[in-house]
């Protein structure tokens, strides 16, 4: 397979030859780098074209409308990743059905390379540059197939929070193409969802996370625990000025 500059060339050859891996590679101050790899049973152009159709694999938890079914990926440069949001019931009749771009289409080499840009889920209300890089390469018995999700700029998030919650996330939906493909790894059970009318594990939910206005963001944001507000600094009261000793009266000689 050809590997493209800016993509895969210093990428380990030992991380590469993992059946299974998914991790937050690299965090800083200044963004984080996901990695996910993992062997099929699927030749690359049946992995190719399970990839275009992200409603038989994508989890609806994880959409704005709920429903993985309104989906749609157009793979060619100017692209996108989209997904049509339903008009309301109460909605006027001449009212647009919504959309939103997930992310954008910038390199599509079928069969071989898919990449995209932008912010998924809450990262797309931040100041915040994301690219995710696909690669299939054909090796015996199957394809490799490699995510790379490169974050960076600047956001209300901490990266070392909003990393593994989008890197958990993220290989969520992957590893459910990986079983729609024949993975070599049998994949974990899927996590728990947890309802909307349930109340928020202790110690987490909306204090702290930054409010995106989505049920996908607040999925995001569940992950997250409240970053502590700094305590103000309690000033130490002022010391009283110590008080002068009062001499005693010099006594008078007697007979004075």
Known sequence: ????????????????????SAEVVASSDAGFVIRLTEEVTATPQESWKMLLTPGEWWSGAHTYSGDAR?????????????????????????????????????????????????????????????SLTMTFKAVPGGTRILWEYVVGGYMRYKPEQIGPAVDKVLTEQFRRLGAKLGAKTPAAPPAKVQDKDEPAPAGEGDAGAVSVGSDVAADFDASLKPVAKPKAAVKPAPKSAPKSATKPAAKKPAGE
Request: proline share 10%.
């Open 1 to 20: 397979m050809r590997l493209l500059p800016t993509t895969l060339a210093a990428l380990p050859m030992a991380i590469m030859a993992l059946p299974a």
């Open 70 to 130: 309104n989906l749609y990926l157009d793979a060619q440069a100017t692209g996108c990743f989209c997904e049509k949001l339903p008009r309301p019931k109460d909605a006027p009749e001449d009212q647009r059905n919504g959309s939103v771009e997930h992310m954008h289409i910038v390199y599509a080499e079928p069969g071989r390379v898919l990449r995209m840009t932008g912010g998924l889920g809450p990262l797309q209300s931040e100041a915040l540059h994301g």
